[in-house]
């Protein structure tokens, strides 16, 4: 176990409501007594706990770290100092994005707890995808968050000074960054203690994922660009259970995983776990095609994502670039301008391969790796489940090492549509 800092202690319920009331501004929004909140460990996770607390008037969410991944035990220590990582990036996110991720209400560094906004009806995307519920602004609130977090932490909105000094502010989340290189980057594609898949129908694709040079040589690019690319201060782990929302509105949460690294990480992240969800479809809908119009839901957003947040970045650079990259006196008249046009069109292109290129690598640790998605481990049948698993890992193998052949958000839709037609052969 790692040296827990003098201070902390896991708090249970009793423990937080004592420490709540402490809190003046906290106890006025929660009202009453301690005695009349109920407080609810709802923690559902892979490393931390979650309070919901309410009071006669109001509630507050209450997120603590522990000193360990909660999904495997003591026996894998984690440092506290995520919560500080997490509260850094929230408190960043809040001024660019305003109530686009939740409001912070208190920050204890010894306890590496957050208090913050409670968000009611809110739940968390993943399952309400499961459920097949429509969002229709989501492509439009997750593409801003997208764009202005990206945008204004990168070189081409921040001086160098600035910038570097965020690239030290969030160098120690080291830890976390080694969770992410090991179990997308590398677990997956080697003999690992933590890997599991759905035996033995994926036997023969973790064997052949295992022996793949060419998968190899991809996924390790992809991982040096994670290691060496300090882009734009991330979210580290933008999956469907990092947004909670309603059809009315969308919260990104849980930035715990933030650091200065590869825009595309982000937005791969989102878009794998559409094309998760869209994959796991069939083993959700009550009869075959019944959940048709909600795949057809899943693949519009899925491209509308990409094409909003394209649109929003591109539009923030040609109006508000005040970093040091692509300095304006190299682009004066009409010529430097359309020079400059045509390379933010490539910057996007480049951008857009990366994403595909991460999306990817999502998809594939969510199946073979360690920790994977209720997406699909709810599908109790086992040998649906596997199917759709194997058309997940199929296109994006080729997404990664075929990235050339997916030039647009619609070539991956449609490849998309194909694969989930597709009966996969299964081990066993
Ligand atoms: C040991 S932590 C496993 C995963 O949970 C988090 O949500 C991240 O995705 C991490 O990779
Ligand atoms: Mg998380």
Redesign the pocket.
Known sequence: MTDLPAGYRALDAKALANYLAELKPVALRLGGSPQSWSIEEVGD???NLVFKVHGPAGGVIVKQALPYVRLVGEAWPLPLSRAHYEHMALSGQRRLTGALVPEIYHYDERLALIVMELLEPHIIMRRGMIAGTVYPKFADEISTFLAETLFHTSDLALTADVKKAMIGAFSGNTALCKITEDLIFTDPYRIAKLNRWTRPQLDPYAERFRGDGDLKVAISRLKLKFLSSAEAMLHG?LHT??VMLTAEDTRVI?P?FAFMGPMGFDIGAVLANFLISFFSQAGHEEGPGARDSYREWILETFTSIWEGFAAKFLALWETQAKGDAYPSDLFQGPLGVARLAGERQAYMQRLWADTVGFAAAKMIRRILGLAHNIDLEWIKDADMRARCEARVLTLARDMMVNSGDYPTPQSIVAAARHFDQWQPPLGG
């Open positions: 996770g892979n490393l782990d259970g990092s849980d715990e």
